[in-house]
């Protein structure tokens, strides 16, 4: 059985985790396949929505593999570079949570563009309680999604969020029912693929990139976009509607 399962579509594609026998926990079997679904949407840029299988996200990495790893594990970055990949995937990407997404399994849905959860989504980062820290990605990344005060107490104490927390926040987008869940994501992928495809992924990129390389960036970026003929045809077609 094969830990991820990729469901193609034309302007998207899901990935999902399949280990629910052990809550989707991220063992280096499902990283691999993870990095294998990343290389076929950075070559076939694609709106991405992950899901997990049976009633939770992801409950963390495997702790039994953890517990195996060492100092040279840690500095090869199994989960940290993982997770900067899909950060970085061209096109956005949407978490769907249900149940726990913990540890890290709430660090990879940080690195998503948005998060829909349901009633029963909890998110958190126990690490500390297991002798480590959250080091794919929470220990930088959570700050700037919620704000420092709030990640130190996720980080820090412990808190997980229910899921009327992380939407107060914003840390989800949405919440919706669990059998809506699937449907909520492609109803926001559809709003993301009616607008053009090179221009989302060029304001995404922009948006990552460095405060030192604005306005430049975006200069470049809208030099591209000004010669493209889809510039063009959109223009058009709003003057022609005005009209």
């Known amino acids: 059985m094969t830990s991820l399962i990729v469901e193609e579509g034309a302007d998207r594609v899901v990935w999902r985790l399949n280990r629910p026998e052990v809550r989707n926990a991220i063992d280096r079997e499902l990283v691999a396949r993870l990095h294998e679904a990343c290389t076929a949407v950075e070559e076939e840029p694609r709106v991405v929505l992950l899901i997990g299988e049976g009633t939770t996200f992801a409950a963390g990495a495997d702790i039994a593999q953890l517990r195996e790893r060492d100092l040279y594990d840690a500095l090869r970055g199994i989960n940290s570079k993982l997770f900067e990949r899909i950060h970085r995937l061209p096109m956005p990407t949407i978490a769907l949570l249900d149940g726990h997404a913990l540890g890290g399994g709430a660090e990879l849905a940080y690195a998503c563009d948005f998060r829909i959860g349901t009633p029963d989504t909890r998110i958190g980062n126990p690490e500390t309680g297991l002798g480590i820290l959250a080091a794919a990605g929470a220990a930088w990344r959570l700050a700037e999604l919620v704000g420092e005060p709030l990640a130190k107490e996720i980080l820090l104490a412990g ?3 229910t899921a009327e927390e992380a939407h107060a926040v914003r840390l989800l987008n ?3 029912q669990p059998q809506e869940l699937l449907a909520a994501g492609h109803r926001l992928a559809d709003r993301i693929s009616k607008r053009a495809p090179l221009a989302t992924r060029l304001t995404k990129a922009v948006f990552h990139a460095p405060r030192g390389a604005h306005p430049f960036v975006d200069d470049v970026a809208q030099a591209v976009l000004f010669e493209t003929e889809e510039k063009h045809m ?6 022609d ?3």
């Open 159 to 161: 808190r997980v969020l």
């Open 174 to 176: 949405e919440v919706v």
């Open 241 to 243: 509607k005005r009209s």
């Open 234 to 239: 959109r223009m058009t077609a709003f003057l």
